[in-house]
């Protein structure tokens, strides 16, 4: 026995000194893994399909960043956008976040400058993985500061291949996700840091990092107010000390004076209620402060203490006055709309239908959260219950931020992205505390409840055995609550716990990299589908229509679509759109839907007001494709009916079973009904299927009710191979006379009763008839 | 009218511990914090009078003002060694942390006043 002591003990000692060098030597590889592998998790759409923009809203910042890399900084911060939202434009350095377009470009400015020459595509494609290895290492550093470095590499390991995260930043999804995240975790690292320390530098790089932030996403309010909330609620734990106004107050400061430089925020810091959270925290510190000095000087004086507590009230109370005051007079904006709907989550489907109609915007179901972070949602409340339990300054920041992101994902499904750096944080502490018990095999507390079980096995021969014997015996009944004694704990159970652990950690490994390539890695612009005896048919009408578009259209020509696909026009067929995925002018949309939803005459008429040249329409039928408009148009009525209530009934469009259909049963304004024209022409001649009838529409299953009808004033000028995208061009104004009552009046004329009538002469159609006296005027018939 | 007494005493007993106790470089930081805090005064009362056009001028030398009270204060608590213990900073290292942040303020400053 005592030989195994000796032996361990000089083991313990010896590599002590090398355990340093070890350790980081580990660290460093773990994170280097972590990088590489959250690098390639996000690289399926990239092998089965190609480097390609994915979805909507990235065409748009791929389009700006060619525009800056072509142009120069200034030129694209001063950028007027004549393509989109005609005949209104877009000033596009005003409503952007530029910092994705400058991450970018600065990349593919200092590439080219060291002469390797990428296209600025790949850099745009690539940005989000790469970014998501930079996230891990946030997360690293921030749950080394919250915890210790084992819960960190837990957390990296996570955040690297979390779905949750993974789905808003896969190669080719060129969003300002990609690179926010980052800015988010690493603000709220230094901002711990600079908690910790109390160090101008680090409240000064705090809000450096807040800078980066402000100019990558809208998201950046979120920092702002948990933040001083984060302030507000040590100051009410009594946990106020100088280190928090430091920090705070040269935070504040320089955050927000760095913010008002991006001209988007412009002067929103200081004018809208999302901000005032801050403003007002930063004045009570000053005056919590200020208090504190003089009360330390006056510490003689009767109920000193109550005077000044009295006193930090008035001023909140005071302070809080003046915000509402302010607001209700219209000095500083409300809460707006998208902010407000987190709060009042039926505001946004009785007021601003657009903002509810946007898929990301749903309510998230239960289902997703599993479906996101699968083991880390289980996790997550024992990581916040161990925070509680050890509770300092920097765990009542990470339980806030739990506490507002859980919330939050709760309302928007899109807001899942802020809830997967808490949940992996969280979950990767409550993993560490536990692996802490039952993987720790080296410490000497470990090695003597080794030798005390042997002992226990072996036979019992002298007093000092008996002694341990009577001891453990103590020991193991007074232990079985007590979980910090740890001699209950044989080596079968650890290994059986930490097996147990190491299983569900694969298990999790295996779903996050089948989610990824499954559901996330799809690049809606390229679809695909699969024969029946499973080879791949790439369904590629979107990009064959828009360079169709592209080639074939003059270069001024003006697109009319719904607002989801303006961006893809406008970025691949360099075209004019009327409205697209910015969404910031609710009524030029509404009389886009309202052209799509009237009869065919007076969709014209608006259609010349808007000097449209082409309508572009995606239809699904065929291929049975569920994202095309038919599924979508009754969103286009209810935004329409929002902003015309008299032309546009919601209730047309139903049939008498209050149900939307689009066979015999639908309603007739439906069948009249430009969207509906222009998707179903010609369709009624063509089978889908050869069981069922002409005109079969496989994404309803329905045989269509009103088919071999003719376009008036518009004509057909290009269908897409699988008739996704249908794209028609607007008719003229046609001709004054029309011909059929010209033919008519010359055969009239030339008829026996009208010789007759004139006497055997002929007869001039149209002959001006000269009134004596009068000046011969000049009229059109 | 005791009361009002009592307040006075106070100020002027308060007045003679701090000028008997604070040595005289936080003394320094403090009688430039109450110049700053004077110059912020004027600056928003000259909004208040003349109005806010333009407005960004107005911002950027009002936060100007806050910012190098702000820095200042922080770095006379920093230097206080009363409060040792809470910072582990250097003096040396604080006044180069303050000027680090005054670089950044001021550059901030300067391209946000038109």
Redesign the interface.
Known sequence: MTTVNDNTSEYITNSSSSSAGLKSLITVIILICVCISGFISRLFSIIRFESVIHEFDPWFNYRSTVYMTDNGFYNFLNWFDDLAWYPLGRIVGGTVFPGLMVTSGTIHWFFHMINIPIHIREICVFLAPVFSGLTALATYLLTKELWSKRAGLFAAAFIAIAPGYSSRSVAGSYDNEAIAIFALIFTYYLWIRSIK?????W??CT??SYFYMVSAWGGYVFIINLIPVHVGFLLLLGRY???L??SY??FY??G???S??IPFVG?QP?RTSEHMIAAGIFILLQAY?FFDY?YN??RY?RNIETIFFNLSIIISIIVFAIVVLLTYTGYIAPWSGRFYSLWDTSYAAKHIPIIISVSEHQPTTWTSFFFDLHLLICLYPVGAWFCVKDLNDERVFILLYAVFASYFAGVMIRLMLTLTPCVCILAAIALSKTLDYYADAESSEMVSNYDDSVSICDEVENDENNQYLDNNAQNIDETDDNDDDQNFLTSNIKIIVVTCIAMMLLLFIVHCTWITATAYSSPSIVLVSYNSDGTRAIVDDYREAYYWLRQNTPEKARIMSWWDYGYQIAGMSNRTVLVDNNTWNNSHIALVGKAMASNETEAYKIMTMLDVDYILVIFGGVIGFSGDDINKFLWMVRIAEGEHPKDIKENNYFNDNKEYRVDKSGSPILFNCLMYKLCYYRFGELYTDSAQPSGFDRTRSVEIGHKNFDLEHVEEAYTSANWIVRIYRVKKLSNRFQAKDALEKLTSSLSEESFEKNDGKGVILNKPHVKKGTKKSMRRT | MTQVGQVVG?LRK?NE??QSSTPKKLKLIDAYLVYVLLTGIVQFAYCLLVGTFP??SF??GF?ST??CF??A???R??LNKA?QI????SPE??F???V??HI??HL??V??IG
């Open positions: 320390t109390g160090s101008i530098f409240s000064s809000a450096l000390s100088l280190r106004y430091v107050s040269i400061i320089l927000l004076i760095l008002m430089q002067f200081v402060t003089l000087k006056l004086v | 106070i308060l511990e701090y407005f960004n911002l950027s936060i806050v910012g702000v820095l204060a922080s770095l608590i920093q409060n809470t910072f582990n900073v290292r604080a180069a942390d303050f680090f942040a950044i303020l901030v400053v391209n946000f």
